[in-house]
């Protein structure tokens, strides 16, 4: 069974923004640009991955295969983070009614 140790690292700017990357590179592969849009990396945790491993919101196949080809997975944050995060949410708005204000 193939295994990849990896440290997970949280985004200073964006919530629910996560970056995989193999514990022994650590960030050495992920590219300058992406450091800056990231924000610093807050360490979140380290993580051994395996086939038959589940994480909540990404196959553990894709974040290994990234991890090893690219140096790095990154993990955004659910689509509908904003709403829940207390902005106004124009989704649930009933056709004709007044949109909450921004």
């Known amino acids: ?4 140790l990896c440290t997970i ?22 590219p300058e ?7 610093r990396p807050e360490p979140a945790m380290t993580l051994l ?9 990404a ?3 894709k974040v290994m295969a990234a991890v090893r080809d690219q140096g790095f997975y990154l993990q955004m944050p659910p689509e509908d983070a904003d709403f829940r995060a207390g902005a106004p949410d124009y989704r649930e708005a009933p056709a004709g ?3 909450p204000e921004a």
């Open 9 to 30: 690292y949280r985004s200073s700017k964006v919530d629910g923004m996560y970056l995989y990357v193999d514990r022994k590179e650590d960030l050495a592969r992920v």
């Open 33 to 39: 640009v992406l450091l800056e849009r990231f924000g």
């Open 59 to 61: 196959e553990v196949a």
């Open 97 to 99: 009614a007044a949109r």
């Open 1 to 4: 069974m193939t295994q990849l």
């Open 49 to 57: 991955l395996h086939e038959g491993r589940k994480l909540a919101r």
